[in-house]
């Protein structure tokens, strides 16, 4: 099933991540592919947000790889961004694999430069622009 989210502008993040997070269900691993500029840091933070970590707490991690952090309900959220990784190596270096396999939410930004580690289990979502500057996510379950 093709599942789209149209997100108009940022005044809409929120409840769009909150009907992403409905519609995602139980699935734990989610890929962002997007272009530069086209979200998917601004679309993880309103997720974190409706999740409720705190909303100081969420960068993005192009230098540290991965950040942790707490839901309101005390439960780890990874954030990845694998923009700055060369080889995959340096994913495996950072124990990818034991946080895809933790059972907490695990959000990747970049997952192309990694794409042979992704679990198959992985929802792999597409962020596009669009000519009026809104966005659409998608994805198939």
Known sequence: MRHEIIVKDPAHLAGAARTFLDEIGDRRI???FAPMGAGKTTFTSAICGVLGVNEDAVSSPT?????????????????????????????LDIG????????????????????????????????????DESRTLSWED
Do not use: K, Q
């Not at 230098?63 to 080889?87: C, K, P, Q």
């Open 96 to 131: 990818f694999y034991d946080y895809v396999d933790s059972g907490c939410l695990c959000l990747i930004e970049w997952p192309e430069n990694i794409e042979e580690l992704l679990p198959e289990e992985t929802l792999r979502v597409s962020i596009s622009v669009n000519p």
């Open 30 to 32: 989610i890929a962002f």
């Open 63 to 91: 230098f540290s790889i991965v950040n942790e952090y707490r839901t309101a309900a005390g439960e780890s959220l990874f954030h990845f961004d694998f923009y700055r990784i060369n080889n995959v190596s340096e994913a």
